[in-house]
């Protein structure tokens, strides 16, 4: 069935869990009547449950319709997905109950979107479908949530700013994050837990490869590393760093909008990408940036035996199970973004600054609002990316190279900020 004269804008996948509910109170409170949408899960008195509560929230919803189908099943869920323009996908731990989705998405001819981070799923992905995808125009768009819309999106808008203010691609970006408030459900446990417990030589070669992902287009874009895990002395933001959690996913994702976008894209031909926690200037942030690294190094070691992992998995919340609702609505987060401009002949580039950031929770608050409005995207703006020029018609993507800056104008109008400062001074 042609996109057009399907039922559906979108279905959202995984409706009754932790993030999928957030996605779904997001559309009854802003988008309800305006866009025609499903629930979808693999119980249905679950998801009957979910849209009474949304009834609370607004009545309308009432009506919303249920699809139901089980997540290995394949005739069940392509019968789901030919109804849709957009899937958007929440159920996971991806790796185990999201490979039929993303498989009959391709085959169906529907775009899709989700909020993994498990890059060895979205490498394997790559392998099996970006060709099919890409020559069937369909967009399978992983990472759109906090992993790694802020880095993927943050990078590309200080791309742009370089390319049409200052006249240069951009050689460098660095993506400090700052101080920040938030929780973490069960589910995003449960995908990281899997990750490292059935692939740790998998995950040994994205800790080590700037490239993971990116290499799948052999091209040559450079020789980015990923940041280091002590305590280091950023040269143009000017201050001290610790590691990130997030950037073993983030970084790969950034240098594969690299991939997919290059070479006509703002990107340098040696665009190097860093990822790393604000420590601060002076002894100040070096002693701040030396407990950041400390604090991972002791936790990665617990987490590598199996007694420390076991009692993570006692302390964490069950699948399901997530922040309170006080700590979504009072939680923040803020990355800092600098820019160095390519020059010739090795001579110093600009340093410009950014930002961005949200007033609220970023795992699941901030999280299942970047999803949403990348679906929005990807169902309503399909005419404003196409006239951008700049984003591929198809293939396993990233959201910069799915739907690049008219996404991040769908984000700053939903509340989030996205904003370049200009020069340092």
């Known amino acids: 069935m042609a996109l057009a004269a399907r039922p559906y804008q979108i279905v959202v996948w995984g409706a009754t869990g ?33 849209r009474q509560e949304l009834c609370t929230i607004n009545p309308d919803v009432k009506d919303v319709p249920l699809l139901v189908a089980d997540a290995k099943n394949a005739a069940e869920v392509g019968n789901m997905l030919q109804q849709t323009k957009v899937v958007l996908s929440v159920a996971g731990p991806f790796a185990k109950i999201g490979n039929e989705v993303v498989a009959q998405a391709v085959e169906q001819g529907t775009h899709y979107c989700d909020i993994t981070g498990e890059v060895t799923w979205v490498k394997r ?24 819309i802020p880095s993927d999106i943050g990078a590309l808008m200080m791309a742009d700013y370089a390319e049409k203010q200052l006249g ?19 589910g995003t446990v449960a995908s990281g837990m899997n990750m490292m417990e059935t692939e740790p030589q998998e995950m040994s070669k994205v800790a080590r490869d700037q490239y993971y992902l990116a290499s799948y287009h052999n091209k040559q874009l450079g020789n980015d590393k990923p940041a280091p895990f002590w305590p280091t002395k950023l040269q143009e933001p000017g201050e001290w760093a610790g590691p990130f959690i997030m950037e073993g996913c983030n970084a790969r994702v950034v240098q594969l909008s690299n991939a997919l976008l290059s070479p006509q894209g703002p ?19 070096f002693i701040k940036a030396s407990l950041i690294s400390g604090i991972m190094a002791v936790g990665g070691l617990a987490l590598s035996t199996s007694l420390g992992m076991a009692l993570f998995k006692k302390l964490v919340p069950n699948p399901g199970e997530g922040p309170s609702l006080e700590l979504q ?20 580039g600009t340093v410009f600054t950014g930002e961005c950031g949200d007033k609220r929770d970023p795992g699941y608050w901030s999280t299942s609002r970047m999803v ?14 196409k006239q951008s020029g700049k984003c591929r018609d198809g293939g396993v993507l990233t959201p910069a190279s799915a739907m690049g800056l008219v996404l991040m104008e769908r984000l700053k109008a939903a509340g989030l900020k996205f904003t370049v400062h200009g020069p340092a001074k």
């Open 125 to 148: 992905n790559m392998e099996k479908y970006h060709a099919t995808a890409a020559a069937k125009g369909v967009k399978i768009v992983h990472c759109c949530g906090y992993d790694s």
């Open 168 to 186: 240069k691609k951009v050689a460098k970006v660095y993506t400090l994050a700052g101080t920040g408030k938030g929780g973490f459900s069960g």
């Open 18 to 50: 932790f993030t999928g509910k957030l996605v779904c109170e997001h559309i009854s409170r802003d988008y309800a009547g305006k866009i025609k949408w499903a629930m979808a899960g693999r119980d249905r008195q679950k998801l009957e449950k979910v």
């Open 372 to 385: 949403l409005e990348s679906a929005l995207c990807l169902a309503l703006d399909d005419e404003a990316i």
């Open 267 to 285: 990107y340098g031909r040696d665009f190097r990408y860093t990822e790393m926690m604000a420590g601060g200037e002076g002894w100040g942030g």
């Open 329 to 348: 609505r009072t939680g923040f987060w803020s990355h800092k973004i600098v820019g160095v401009t390519e020059e010739p002949n090795g001579q110093q």
